[in-house]
């Protein structure tokens, strides 16, 4: 009977001990989770980005080809950026480089962007600081 007595409750000491083992394994765990975290933050911002430069790419493509070789015309070089370039959000500056694309090489100097095609163009559209773009051919 006297063996009962001792048994009724937790002690303190073990209460401690516990406590201690919970806050030793919680700190490892939480430091695990958080590349995960800084990992969806910058996923988010590339996502934003993508879907930034790929809209603008859609409103271009949805353009009428002789307004967009205007522009392209009007730049005077495929390293200048067009009129349609703009500012989408205080991070993000879309660039717009549009010239005529020089696909048989009939210049025979092996430069796709002289002596262009008149129906077929080079439409890249790029942040600012050059670190994404998206781009294609389009024809008449």
């Not at 800084?38 to 493509?61: D, F, I, P, T």
Request: hydrophobic letters at 45%; proline letters at 4%.
């Amino acid at each position: 009977m006297t063996s009962l007595r001792y048994q009724r409750g937790v002690t303190y000491i073990e209460v401690m001990v516990a406590t201690v083992l919970i806050a030793l394994t919680l700190v490892p765990a939480l430091d695990a989770l958080s590349p995960g975290m800084q990992g969806s933050a910058l996923h988010r911002q590339h996502a934003e980005v993508h879907y930034a430069l790929s809209g603008k790419m859609e409103m271009l493509l949805a353009e009428p080809f002789d307004n967009l070789d205007a522009a392209a015309i009007t730049a005077g070089s495929w390293t200048t950026p067009t009129s349609y370039s703009d500012v989408f959000s205080p991070e993000i500056t879309r660039n717009v480089y549009i010239w005529r694309y020089d696909v048989d090489d009939a210049d025979l100097d092996g430069d796709v962007m002289t002596g262009g095609e008149d129906d077929l163009l080079w439409v890249r559209v790029a942040l600012a600081d050059d670190s994404q773009s998206l781009q294609t051919l389009l024809a008449r």
